[in-house]
């Protein structure tokens, strides 16, 4: 079972927020709108989709993770690697 898996109505719910984010910035952009009009709603969409991001992150740590480090053995090692190189992902992005 997945982290989210218990909450994933609401995740679906947060996700097509971002979609309708997306939408709207394509509007924009067909109706000529001025450039930096459209960035403060860039600036929007991309906190929307970091947020979400920590949001599975913390969820896969609590769960999967915290699941295998209880199990033990190489397959712990394996989910923090995981982990850890999921958040360098994010970080650099």
Do not use: W
């Amino acid at each position: 079972m997945h982290g989210y898996t218990a909450n994933k109505d609401d995740v679906l719910k947060r996700l097509r927020r971002i979609e309708g984010q997306v939408r709207g910035l394509q509007r924009l952009v067909e109706e000529d709108t001025y450039c930096i009009d459209v960035l403060t709603p860039v600036s929007a969409t991309t906190k929307a989709l970091q947020s979400f991001a920590l949001t599975m992150m913390d969820d896969h740590l609590q769960s999967c993770v915290a699941d295998a480090i209880a199990q033990g053995g190489e397959a712990a090692q394996d989910k923090i690697t995981e982990a850890s190189q999921a958040i360098a992902r994010m970080v650099r992005s």
